[in-house]
């Protein structure tokens, strides 16, 4: 993709496709490395599913469930001379935890280091299209961090208010632009 | 022209001919993956660089008639592997998308 926030809102939908009700999207960015890592408390994915995931014809040649996103990830990630990983647990009898969780690490001095993007306006673009369901985001660079959590949000406005509403999409848009100003300074 | 046609011109080397008597009717040239799948159209003849399977997928989903790479890149055993069971046309050459650009035009005078 053109910039990373794509693959981010194209895997961050995977997980609500996933009935995810909380999507954590964070992201670890040093002077030489950003880290990426989705995770997200969905129904998870058989062994079977995850071994084929990351090959472009399993997921097109099926039902298209989960898209060229996780191929594209990987490659974007690869290119810079970093990596994918993928781990993801299915609710069983005898544990109820399950979720996805993907982290990409890249090294972002490389020249085939796709930028990071807008970032701030795929978070938002994910709340208005899935206000029911949860997320959280954090961007951290060395010291710096950009937060939010729409359980936060949530928790102030009363659970009657879908987060969606334009003053709160406009609100959430504002509160990100302003912490993005002071992440890069050192 | 037809990919075998393509084929049979000097420089140009066939890599997987599942189905060489497709008509190449148009030109798309583009490395970025997710760029390509949005713009290049059923029947051209994709020039790229990037020879990984995600080529092959979206050579695929773009339904192309075929797949160019330039400038001498080669596909993996296992990506030509890919590429024949699932019948996507890849063609070599040397060239740079640019050449192979100009020679696709002079052909479809």
Redesign the interface.
């Known amino acids: ?2 910039e990373l926030s ?1 693959n981010i809102l194209d895997i961050a939908e995977n997980s609500v496709k996933a009935n995810a009700t909380l999507t954590q999207i964070i992201l670890k960015e040093d002077a030489d490395t950003v880290t990426l890592s989705i995770i997200d408390d969905g129904k998870g994915m058989s062994e079977e599913i995850l071994r084929g995931v990351v ?3 399993y997921t ?1 040649r099926t039902t298209r469930k989960v898209g ?1 996103g996780l ?2 990830l990987k ?1 974007a990630a690869e290119q810079t001379g970093g990596e994918m990983k993928i781990s993801s647990k299915q609710a069983t009898d005898e544990s109820k935890e399950h979720g996805t969780s993907v982290t990409a690490t890249f090294n972002k001095n490389h020249l085939d280091f796709t930028p990071l993007g807008d970032v701030a306006s795929t978070i938002v673009t994910l709340i208005q299209g899935h206000p029911d369901t949860d997320f959280y985001f954090e961007h951290t660079y060395l010291q710096n961090s950009v937060n939010f959590d729409s359980r936060e949000v949530r928790q102030v406005l009363g659970p009657e208010i879908p987060l969606n509403e334009y003053e709160i999409l406009e609100w959430i848009s504002n509160t990100l632009e302003e912490q993005y100003k002071n992440l890069y300074k050192v | 022209m037809t990919v075998r046609q393509l084929t049979e011109i000097q420089g140009f080397s066939p890599v997987v001919l599942a189905d060489p008597e497709r008509e190449i009717k148009n030109v798309y040239i583009g490395d ?4 390509v ?1 949005g713009k290049a159209q059923q029947d051209d003849a994709w020039i790229t660089i990037m020879s ?3 080529v ?3 050579a ?2 773009a339904d192309t008639a075929c797949v160019i790479l330039a400038e001498g890149v080669l596909l993996d055993a296992d990506v030509k592997l ?1 590429a024949e069971q ?1 019948g996507v046309n890849v063609i070599s050459t040397d060239k740079s998308a640019y050449e192979i650009a100009k020679i696709l035009a002079k052909a479809n005078e």
Request: charged content about 10%.
């Open positions: 993709m053109k794509l090959d472009p014809f097109t060229l191929p594209l490659m | 970025l993956l997710s760029w799948m990984n399977v995600n092959l997928a979206v695929t989903l890919t699932k």
